[in-house]
Structure formats: C-alpha cells, structure tokens
C-alpha cells in the first residue's frame, strides 16, 4: 500500500487503540487485537516495550498477518526496522526516538506518527515531516513514564488550530471523559487502558466508537 491511500485511510480513523500486554489484566496482546478487530477498529498500534528485539519481531509478524487479514492498519512503535521488516502500515515515534526526517528517507511510504507533550514539539513534528502527531498526555495516566503533569484537553483546543496535518490525542482517555476531548475538537482518539482492561474488549471499542460518530454525526 502506498503512503497517499494510507493516509486516506488513517483519515476515517475513530478510535486509535494502543495494546500493552502488562496493563491487559492477563491478557496476551493477540487477545486484546481480536477484541479490537471484533469491535470495529480500523487501527491499531502495537507497543511492547518489555521483549526483546526478536521477540518483538515476531510478534509484530503475527499481528501484520492478522490486521491485513482483517483490513485495518497497523502501527508499530519506535522501531522502523521492525515496522518495515514486517510489512506495517506506520511507524509511531517518541521524542526520543529515530528522528522523522530520517525515518521518512528510510520509509517513504510508512505513515510516520510523533508523540508531543506541548505546542512546540507537535509544530516541530509537523515541520520535519509526520502524517500525524499525538497530543497529550491529556489526562493522568500511568503508560507514560517520565512524563510529569497532564496537559488538560485545553492543549487541543490551543494546538489543533496550528496543525495543517491529522492528530490524536491520549493519555486517560475513557468512557467517562472521552466528551472533554471531542467538545475541544478532537477526533481521533488513542487508549490504551479503556481498552486493555476492559472486561470486554469489543464492547469497549464499540462504545468508544460510537461516542465519536454520534458527536459528529451530521457534519
């Protein structure tokens, strides 16, 4: 597939999950991606930040298999190699990770997404190159370590304006929230927790999903 019709495609995204085997309450990552696929998904980004390389390989093999056999795009984390070894739709980057200029030299058809956790760092992003940046952490939430203080849905309502590219948005996002993040404008929405530990898994995309639609249902 190439750049241009992923891109079109990560435009109908809803609901951005994001697997962690450790916070899926016993769980295996292939668990909570058929729960995800079965919900209704149209993305999902594998983050492990626990296996090793070879480990990690593997698994991103058997969810690349599984998301193209279903039709959804998948994202790997940090790891171009890995994203483009095996075969995935994008790369997800960190502030501290591969630099996106080279990553797109490397990777010219991989959608290339940024974490920022301020207005600086999303413009930057942007300037260097990404598809998309994720904005946040929103709300508290215990996936991001090293990451102090919350930005508040404020920062979206203050960063979307300036974006000319897509954007998520994440950090402590859940059911009970998820109306904060649309009223200040988004649409896109990452979770980890809302998901991984749900009882089940498909009904909390569901639901999460159909949040998102209903809001802007009719534009």
């Known amino acids: 597939m190439e750049r241009d019709e992923r891109k079109s495609r990560f435009e109908e995204i809803d609901i951005y999950p994001v697997t962690c085997q450790r916070l899926s309450s016993g769980r295996s990552d292939l668990d909570v991606l058929e729960g995800i696929i079965e919900g209704g998904a ?30 959804i795009l998948l994202i790997i984390n940090d790891r171009v190699d890995i994203a483009l070894a095996v075969g995935a739709d994008g790369v997800h980057l960190g502030q501290d990770d591969f630099p996106v200029r080279a990553a797109r030299k490397i990777a010219p058809d991989l959608l290339i997404g940024v974490s920022s956790h301020n207005l ?12 998309y940046v994720n904005i946040g952490p929103i709300f508290p939430t215990g996936t991001k370590e090293g990451i102090e203080g919350f930005l508040g849905p404020e920062a979206i309502s203050k960063t979307a304006p300036l974006l000319r590219i897509p954007f998520t948005v994440m950090g402590g996002i859940k059911e009970s929230n998820i109306r904060q993040v649309l009223e200040a404008g988004a649409r896109k929405v990452a979770v980890v927790t809302a998901v991984t530990q749900a009882p089940d ?19």
């Open 201 to 219: 898994i498909a009904q909390a995309v569901r639901s999460l999903r159909n949040i998102v639609r209903e809001w802007y249902a009719g534009e």
């Open 42 to 71: 149209q993305i999902v980004q594998l983050r492990e930040k626990d296996l090793c390389e070879r480990d990690f390989f593997q698994l991103a093999q058997t969810f690349r298999n599984r998301t193209a056999e279903a039709g």
């Open 120 to 131: 600086e760092e999303a413009l930057r992003a942007q300037d260097e190159g990404a598809d």
